[in-house]
Every structure is written in structure tokens, then in C-alpha cells.
């Protein structure tokens, strides 16, 4: 047993090892040192951290004692503002309000989804192989979820610029996408509105999509209030974009990083499926969720008290040596992979089928096409301690011969 | 081997229909349906990962 060090010295509120990709050291000296962290805010509570793959699990796995109603954000507040998403509501009434949406959105549901799919990525290469060098978060992995999220919905396709913009200004405290101190209010209306003619409309002519299903949902016999409805979107929008652009992008880094692996999936493609879940390991676009404890429970020895924020580092755990070997390679046959990438227990990803088609045909494609997509600069990493972002990443499309 | 669903536990997550798609559906309304309740030795893997993989610990096998 490692005896505890208090001290300021790591602080995750502390930015700048996040925007310099230093974060994975920190996070492995917590794990391995002093697995329940505390960690001071200079304008919250203060937070504890939870670093190893166990305790991670642990923590998700018992929604009565670790409960998302108070946020889920390592800050004291909300991004979808007073509304109560699925995300932020727990049992009882957290399983009829995901059942709404989750059987739509299942693995067999997403195979109606691949033409979709497959179309937005074929455009997407052609535009890419056309341009030869571009900035790929721009030119693709933020169009990519966006565009096939839209389609789900029920977003006509011109709209879906419309809801990159919010997601970019609700999710992130990033400067650059902050035009003023209500920038986040100002985006949660503007989509709101937008939603609500859609909704509008779906409600007297359904289509095959999301939205009509969720107006025509009905929850203990009752049709969905536009409270609901509106946090039903605002979940959907979000979780949906801030993601799965992450992992292409945190994907293409990854292979620069282990060329190999690349060169053995060429030869190899049929481990694409089990790559994609190695970068959901390895990249773990989510880095954290948050809890809010309801009881006093003794962890690693210590006290978490009733209502502590606990923050469970999915990253972390993710690199875990106790469960991962190698944790800092990329294997991409690695088996087995039990990844918290999509988190775990009864709030992991509902659209996890959905970001798994996306990458994994973006990268089938490119394989397909003999391209290669590799950087040719750093990338700009979101400022965020949440998030394993990206902002750019200046790429070169290669045509392996 | 023979699996065992809980159906006071099943909230119809679909981690289980991930894990093992050949022995779990879930159906459009969001239950969970077996498809194979005595599964072939080559399924226990899958079926084990389902059943660490369920949020509510709703599904277990019988050695037969």
C-alpha cells in the first residue's frame, strides 16, 4: 500500500498539461500513488478523482450511491442548463426515459443507418483525396458524426452546420468558441428554437427519424413534455459530435504514433473492429464523467463523503496496467478489451453502435482506397481537462501504392 | 450452458446484444429477447462478457 501525499502538486484543473497532451503521466502518477484523489477548485467544492480500472467500474456500477441528477461535468453545473437529459436523470426514472431512444439506436438498428454512412464518407475521402492536404477536423471529422447524425434525426442536411456551431459554444469553455459570458445560454436557445419547429412539424407528419419517435414517445402513458423532448435533443446533439470527431482525429494521431500497427492493418484488415475498439482504449475521447456521491463510502482507505463530486477518469482506467497489458501501446488485435471508452454501466454511450460505424467505415474506406491520412503538424487540442479534443490537425492524404 | 435473464433487472441497455448478438436482440420497443438460450461452447466468451457488461446485473448462465 502506497502511503498518501496531500498536496497541491497535481492539479487536473490545471489546463495546460491537457493542451500539451501531457495529461497521461499525471493521470498514471494518480493512479499508481493515490488512486482517490482529492483535487481543490478554486471556485467549486473540490472534486475526488478516481484513477483505477476497478474503482472506475466500481463507481459507475452503483447509480443509487454515485448519482448523475447533480451533473455530470467535473464542474458544479450543467451544459444543458435546468433541463434534465437522460444523461443527468437517474433511476427509476433513468431506464423508461433511455428506452425511448436506445432501441433506435441499437447495433441492429445502425445497419439501416450504413448507406447513410457510407455516402457521407465516400464524399468525404472524394473531397479529402481531392485536396490532398487539409485541415482534418474541418474537412471531415466533425462533418463526418454531424452529417450522419442529422440524417438520424431528422436535421435536413443543410441544417447540420447549424448544429456543429452549438455543439461547439454549449460544450466547450473553450475561448475560441466563446463570444461572450452567455454564449452558452444564447446556443441552448438558438437550438431549442430550431428544435421546436422540427418538432413541429414531425409531431403532425412523422418520418423515419429520431425526432418522430421521440414526439410520438410516450412515458408512463404521457406524450414527452417539450422539456424532455428539448434535453432529449440537446443530449443526442451533443454526445453525438463532441465524440466520435475525437476518436477519427485521436485515430489518425494514434497510427502516426505506431506505424506498424497501421502497416498490419493493410495487410490485416479484417482487425478493423477490434482497432476501432484499441482507439477507443487508447484515445478515450470522453477523459472523465462525474458522480456526486449520496452516501459516505470508504475507498482506497479513505472517506468520500455524501455529496462529494466524484470524477471517474475513464482514461485512466482505460490505461490501467492491472487490466491492460502495455497499456501505452496500441495493439490493435488486443483481446480481450474491456475499454471504458463509452463508459460502463447503466449511462455508458447510448450511441456507441452509431460512432463505431461512423469510424470504423471512415477508416474501412480509406483502407479500401489505399490512402493514408497522416499529420503534418501538432495537433490544437480543445482547452479542456473533459474532453480529449481537438480543434485542428493539419493532415496530408497519401496514396499507398 | 443455459442463460438466465432476471426480467425484474433487464431495463433493456443492449450491452448485451453487443457483446453477443447471436444469443441477445433487443427488440424496437427496447426488450431484450434471447434468441438462444442454450448457447454453444463457442458463445461463452461473448456470453460472459455480456453478463459483466450488463448495468443491472440481470443476466447469469446455468452449468448444465
Keep these: ?401 | 450452458m443455459k442463460v438466465l435473464v432476471d426480467w425484474d433487472l433487464c431495463e433493456g441497455h443492449g450491452q448485451c446484444e453487443f457483446a453477443a448478438p447471436e444469443v441477445f436482440t433487443i427488440d424496437d420497443e427496447g426488450d431484450l429477447e434471447v434468441l438462444d438460450d442454450t448457447p454453444l461452447e463457442g458463445q461463452r466468451a461473448a456470453v460472459e462478457q455480456a453478463i459483466r457488461r450488463c448495468p443491472t446485473h440481470a443476466l447469469a448462465v446455468e452449468e448444465s
Excluded at chain 1, 494518480?30 to 467500474?57: A, I, K, Q
Excluded at chain 1, 467535473?74 to 425511448?100: A, Q
Excluded at chain 1, 429520431?210 to 406524450?223: F, I, Y
Excluded at chain 1, 504514433?257 to 482504449?281: H, N, Q, T, Y
Aim: hydrophobic share 40%.
Design chain 1, 1 to 401: 500500500m502506497t502511503a498518501y501525499v496531500e498536496g497541491p502538486e497535481v492539479d487536473l484543473m490545471d489546463l495546460a498539461p491537457f493542451i500539451e497532451g501531457r495529461e497521461n503521466e499525471l493521470l498514471a502518477a494518480l493512479r499508481e500513488h493515490r488512486p482517490l484523489h482529492w483535487n481543490d477548485e478554486s471556485d467549486g467544492p473540490g472534486f475526488w478523482s478516481v484513477t483505477r480500472y476497478d474503482d472506475v467500474v466500481k463507481v459507475v456500477s452503483d447509480p443509487a450511491t454515485f448519482i448523475n441528477g447533480d451533473g455530470t461535468q467535473i464542474l458544479s453545473r450543467k451544459v444543458e442548463g435546468s433541463t434534465s437529459t437522460v444523461h443527468n436523470t437517474d433511476p427509476p426514472r433513468h431506464g423508461p426515459l433511455r428506452k425511448l431512444a436506445a432501441p433506435h439506436l441499437r447495433a441492429m438498428r445502425v445497419k439501416e443507418w450504413q448507406e447513410v454512412i457510407d455516402q457521407c464518407v465516400d464524399d468525404l475521402l472524394d473531397d479529402l483525396e481531392a485536396k490532398g492536404e487539409v485541415e482534418l477536423v474541418k474537412a471531415a471529422a466533425a462533418l463526418l458524426p454531424i452529417q450522419v447524425l442529422g440524417q438520424v434525426l431528422g436535421v435536413p442536411r443543410e441544417d447540420c452546420g447549424l448544429l456543429l456551431d452549438w455543439t461547439n459554444r454549449v460544450i466547450s469553455d473553450d475561448p475560441e468558441y466563446m463570444r461572450g459570458p452567455d454564449e452558452k445560454e444564447r446556443a441552448r436557445n438558438e437550438m431549442f428554437d430550431y428544435f421546436k419547429v422540427l418538432t413541429e412539424k414531425r409531431r403532425e407528419e412523422p418520418q423515419h427519424d429520431l425526432v418522430s419517435k421521440l414526439v410520438h414517445a410516450r412515458l408512463d402513458g404521457e406524450p414527452l413534455p417539450w422539456e424532455d423532448l428539448a434535453a432529449y435533443y440537446f443530449v443526442l446533439v451533443g454526445a453525438g459530435n463532441e465524440t466520435t470527431r475525437n476518436l477519427i482525429t485521436g485515430t489518425v494521431l494514434a497510427f502516426e504514433e505506431f506505424p506498424d500497427e497501421w502497416e498490419r492493418l493493410v495487410r490485416e484488415p479484417e482487425l478493423l473492429g477490434s482497432a476501432i475498439e484499441e482507439m477507443l482504449r487508447y484515445v478515450t475521447p470522453i477523459r472523465a464523467m462525474r458522480r456526486t456521491a449520496t452516501a459516505d463510502v470508504e475507498m482506497n482507505g479513505r472517506t468520500i463523503k455524501a455529496g462529494d463530486k466524484v470524477v471517474c477518469w475513464f482514461q485512466a482506467a482505460n490505461r490501467d496496467p492491472a487490466v491492460f497489458e502495455d497499456p501505452d501501446v496500441v495493439k490493435i488485435d488486443r483481446h480481450p478489451n474491456d475499454h471504458v471508452g463509452f463508459g460502463w454501466g447503466i449511462h455508458a454511450c447510448m450511441g456507441s453502435h452509431l460512432a463505431r460505424a461512423e469510424v470504423a467505415t471512415f477508416f474501412r474506406k480509406a483502407l479500401e482506397r489505399g490512402i493514408r491520412i497522416r499529420p503534418v503538424a501538432a495537433p490544437d487540442r480543445l482547452h479542456t481537462n473533459q474532453f480529449n479534443a481537438y480543434k485542428r490537425l493539419r493532415v496530408v492524404i497519401e496514396k499507398e501504392g
